[in-house]
């Protein structure tokens, strides 16, 4: 009775289980197995430890929301026309009529960065992570915050093309580096397209608000048109604009003395660890052909005495 019982208890949650599955659709549990499969694997193949654990997994999803915003940023600047004329960046200020996709954009891009804040939380971020966290989350959200209220849309689409580049290439570098720690090529490529991103950055910034808007025809401060051209407000911008990016650089040459150093210190240490292996291999060698002289006696490795014989005069 009891193994009748179990087999129509089995057998009912079998059933009950096969019904939940036809309920839900199939992709939803497809999507589902093979991430937990992929990050069973990848946790058994890298053992990596707590901390490398939770930045694999932050390079990983920011890896994948820069690849969009770049594809995205790149989608909307071409179909408004931003890349193909530049004057377009400053020409007929104000830019208060956006169309469904710039706003679409915007507001997508805050609601992600201020979905970040209470994730910080839920995910339960130690609290040495969370200032270096706290840093880029509010710089982004400063930055796009800014180019939305003061009507500087299109050149904040520009900006957030070349951030989400470099960006995105870092983010894989490090995924790459967190596989194999030697690979660190990728490092050097985003270094490159880091700096050349600032300075388009900067340069983009000086164009448009320095010189653009200061040809503008209309010079005032209404913020019921949403016009704010006047020469303070274009200081203001520029100055927050070079201290950014100021700053950053400052990171990113920290960061790249600190890597300099590392690598120095285990060339250093693999090549004290090389001499010393060669010392004792030469020892060894020596120890092996002529043995070792004790009280005038040659004695060879395994301890045998040998005494030299006379040579008898004639």
């Known amino acids: ?9 089995s057998a009912s949650s079998s059933g009950s289980c096969l019904r939940s599955l036809q309920r ?18 990848i946790n058994r193949r890298l053992h990596l430890s707590k901390v490398k654990q939770s930045r694999f997994n932050e390079s990983g999803q920011l890896a994948a929301f820069h690849l969009t915003s770049m594809f995205w940023c790149l989608y909307v600047s071409a179909t408004e026309g931003y890349l193909s004329s530049p004057k377009t960046l400053w020409e007929s200020y104000p830019h208060v009529y ?4 710039v ?34 989350i509010v710089l982004y959200l400063l930055h796009i915050a800014g180019a939305y209220l003061l009507n ?26 967190f596989t194999d720690e030697n ?21 983009l910034s000086v164009l448009t608000i320095g010189f653009g808007l200061a040809r503008a025809e209309i010079h005032a401060f209404n913020p019921d048109k949403g016009n704010f051209n006047t020469l303070l407000f274009r200081m203001v911008v520029l100055l927050l604009m070079c ?29 004290r660890a090389a001499v010393v292996s060669m010392g004792k291999q030469q020892a060894k060698i020596l120890k092996r052909e ?10 060879a490795e395994n301890g045998s005495a040998t005494r030299l014989k006379k040579i008898k005069s004639p």
């Open 1 to 9: 009775m009891r193994t009748l019982d179990s087999s129509l208890s």
């Open 98 to 101: 956006l169309s469904f996709q």
């Open 24 to 41: 839900r659709p199939l992709s939803s549990y497809y999507l589902s197995i093979t991430v937990a499969c992929n990050r069973l694997k």
């Open 290 to 299: 002529s043995g070792y002289h004790e009280n005038g006696i040659v004695k």
């Open 183 to 203: 690979n660190q090529k990728l490092f050097n490529a985003w270094g490159v397209v880091f700096v050349v991103s600032r300075l388009f950055t900067l340069t």
């Open 103 to 136: 706003k679409f954009f915007y507001l997508c891009q805050l609601a992600y960065w201020l979905h970040a804040l209470p994730e910080l939380y839920f995910q339960k971020v130690k609290k040495e992570e969370i200032p270096r966290q706290l840093q880029y």
């Open 243 to 271: 201290l950014s990016q100021t700053w950053m650089m400052w990171r990113f040459i920290h960061f790249q003395l600190r890597r300099w150093r590392e690598c120095c210190k285990e060339q250093a240490a693999k090549k």
């Open 152 to 177: 500087l849309t299109r050149l904040g689409l520009i900006l957030l093309l070349l951030q989400s580049v470099a960006e995105f290439l870092f983010h894989i570098a490090r995924l790459f580096y």
